[in-house]
């Protein structure tokens, strides 16, 4: 199994910064964070012309994350700056509060 040690984020938004949606990366994952740093203005450049605005930032990941139990988190900040991390993601809790929710809505 490969490891990997960073994803590439590639982010298009408006003008304005208003709207903002991911971008397929070239090359996602890189086995160093180093690696994933020297291919991110190539990346940018070819995915330049798919929205006004692109950026892109290359996120470390944990190696004893399990990738099933992880979302990414990302924001374009008022100045233009991406930042992102890697998340894990606490099922258990989201099921339990899924669950309370469901018990109010339907009445029992």
Known sequence: MEHIAALLLIVGCSGNLGECRELPAP???????????????????????????????????????????????????????LVASIEPVTDDLTVAMQVERDRHTHGE
């Open 27 to 81: 090359t996602p994952v890189y086995e160093t964070f180093e690696e994933c740093e020297a291919e991110k203005p190539v990346s940018l450049r070819e995915l330049s012309s798919e929205a006004p605005h692109v950026v892109a930032t290359c996120v470390y990941v944990d190696p004893a994350l399990e990738y099933d139990d992880a979302t990414i988190e990302w924001d374009v900040t008022p100045d233009g700056k």
